[in-house]
């Protein structure tokens, strides 16, 4: 069976070794172990499920001739940083051709159009990767549509460093761009990166993932004052009072500036009947507490990241 991949990235005589993967461009050394390792576990003979002699021919030519060089690329130091700047440089040239850019997949097109780009994109590619090798004489297929997403996220976020997060300062076309700044652009962090995500799930009420993004996070940097607020409004908007107070409480006590701790531990108190003098009182907010919100509007607070927009 061949292998062979003319779509998406693919189509400019370029491998594209994070749709082989199924991981978004941005994706940490980290986050390339986990899913080589999961993908290992379901191609590999010695882990695998496969029957016949077809299916595991295609796995073994999957595995050696796609996911193991890929993950040998994204891996390594120097091949990484090579493979980036050459993506960084393909999105501005996919970019300015835009125009004559034409996508086959729906996926491919629905991102086109996204409001969001980010969001959507890694919804999009979390999606594809829990059934990437369901069918695996369809795989070259679907690494296909993966790469069309790859290609449209590179030409909509064209100029921006691949590991730097979108910039929402609007442009206006007949504004002359400013010049190429002479200093690099600082390279956000592993744990920016955890808690941009986080944010971005937040204002999808993807409680779930954020929850394990932000604890990804304080495991880097537990003293992180925005990691214990953001946690803080994930369990705010699941009406966990006591424990957005916890974070909340944290977060002052290393930032005492913290913008979100500053602006709902005030009403977390009051929820909780607690009094200025640190005291509990007798009202109801015990039992609001103990009943989740079920209304979909995202707890007693919802609303600061993924309520409708005035």
């Known amino acids: 069976m061949s292998l062979k991949i003319n779509s998406g990235l693919f189509s400019n005589d370029f491998i594209d070794h994070h749709a082989v993967l199924c991981i978004t461009i941005d994706a940490e050394v980290k ?11 379901i191609l590999h003979p010695d882990s695998s499920n496969l029957v016949g ?27 990484r940083r090579e493979y980036l700047l050459i993506l960084s440089q393909m999105g501005k040239r996919l970019a300015q051709e835009a125009a004559s850019i034409k996508v086959e997949t729906q996926l491919a097109k629905e991102l086109l159009a996204a409001a969001n780009v980010s969001v959507s994109y890694q919804k999009a590619i979390a999606q594809i990767a829990k059934t990437q090798f369901n069918d695996l004489q369809q795989a070259h297929k679907i690494i296909s549509e993966i790469s069309e997403l790859n290609l449209v996220y590179l030409m909509r976020t064209s100029g921006r460093k691949i590991t730097k997060p979108p910039s929402n300062q609007p442009h206006n076309p007949g504004q002359k761009l400013p010049s190429t700044p ?30 394990v993004e932000l604890q990804d996070a304080l495991k880097l940097e537990p003293r992180n004052s925005h990691c214990h607020s953001l946690m803080a409004m994930v369990y705010l908007k699941q009406n966990q009072l006591k424990m957005a107070k916890i974070h909340f409480d944290n977060a002052l006590k290393l930032n005492p500036k913290d913008n979100i701790a500053l602006e709902w531990k005030p009403k977390v108190d009051q929820a909780l009947g607690i009094t ?11 039992n609001e507490e103990k009943q989740p919100d079920k209304s979909g509007k995202g707890g007693l607070f919802g609303g600061l990241f993924g309520g409708k927009k005035k």
């Open 31 to 41: 986050e390339i172990r986990q899913r080589y390792l999961q993908i290992v576990r």
């Open 53 to 79: 002699d077809l299916e595991k021919e295609i796995a073994n030519s999957l595995l050696s001739k796609l996911v193991n060089p890929a993950y040998q690329k994204l891996t390594g130091e120097k091949n």
């Open 182 to 211: 002479t200093l690099p652009l600082k390279e956000e962090s592993l744990t920016e990166k955890y808690l941009r995500r986080a944010q971005n799930l937040l204002e999808t009420n993807q409680l779930s993932q954020a929850t």
């Open 276 to 286: 200025n003098s640190g005291s509990q009182g007798t009202s109801s907010s015990k």
